[in-house]
């Protein structure tokens, strides 16, 4: 995916390429969100362009992008709350093979024992597992997950970070916007610090080092 600006316009440029992890760090309201919502379809462009796969996005929205192989897992309102675990599962798909989340099940069997549960019910965490499994569900070939560990179990975040790795290697994509430095330090090939919408800093983990990073995090 590429992020191309037009003269004048907020400078962020971004290409994710097959087996690529790029992940956004940030304060709060520096723009990670927003980044990731304009990414997705959420929200419409001020200036520029977003290609894929030299492709331009344009207004194409959240559901159109799915269709293209783009998958988003936002940090907020992040299940059917009404809807049972197992129709949020399946809601985007036209099948209910389930083969489709053999994985996801071995990883966090929590999910398939709540399947006839309502999404509703759920802890915040369990949400925000829902909303991963779901998100690895469509198999997607550029995964953008906002804040995924957030409130979840740290046994459960390292079974996450082992399906990132996983799909990784088999030539997916992930855009991730995290707080969570262990979650991601293993597997982001480019890390992005965000300041009011601006890249501020940028490359691999390892270059910058973690208390470079970890500099731009104090409020």
Known sequence: MRLRRHRRGPRSVRRSS?????RHRG????????LMKALAGQLPLTSGDIEWKGQA?????????LGLGIAFAPQENVVFGELTVADNLWLHLDDRKAERYEEVFQHFPLLQRRLAQRA???SGGERKLLSFARTMGLQARLSMLDEPTEGVQPENIDRMAAMVN???????SFIIVEQN????A???????????GEVVLQGSFAAL???RIEQHMVV
């Open 18 to 22: 097959a087996r690529s992890c790029a």
């Open 186 to 196: 293993a597997f982001a090939d480019s890390v992005l610090v965000l300041d009011h």
């Open 166 to 172: 996983r799909r990784k290697a088999a030539g997916d």
């Open 209 to 211: 080092g973690r208390e």
């Open 181 to 184: 430095l262990e979650f991601v």
């Open 57 to 65: 996005l344009g207004d194409r929205p959240l559901h159109a992008r």
């Open 120 to 122: 509703g019910s759920l």
């Open 27 to 34: 304060r709060n309201g520096v723009g990670k969100s927003t």
